[in-house]
């Protein structure tokens, strides 16, 4: 990415790192898509997220909601820390790059979760009534977004 700031390198991401199970690895391993593990029984499903299998601790999280159907949000990286995004309702089209490569991924609602590193750079789009939970493993720092991307 033009203009990214010195990052330390991490380790791309293989299957069995959150203890869910891989769907897909993106961005020469610096995503990778999970299907959550729902239990349904006959009162409804259960979708449960353990934090421990987490390859990072969540310091923060955050809904992004009420988006005009359409409406782009993101577009950008960040320079250090882990992000979780996980489509709670509705549908979120996400967009990613990192060093050449690209990816696209559609999160519905309770059936998958996207796990982006550091230097990734995403935009998300939204669907009618999509609602987004982000899992971060660093505190918000407006200064540590990336605009630009390759």
Known sequence: MTGMPTETASPPISPGDCGLSVQRILCDGQACLYRLQGIVDPRGELVPLDFGALPFVPR??????????GQVRGGHAHAHGQQLLVCIAGKVDVELRHRGQSGHVAL???SE???VKA???ARQAYGVGAVLLVLASDAYDPDAYVHEHD
């Open 60 to 69: 923060r999280a955050f809904l992004v909601q009420d988006v005009p159907p």
């Open 108 to 110: 519905h609602a309770g």
């Open 113 to 115: 979760a996207l796990l």
């Open 119 to 121: 230097g990734v750079w």
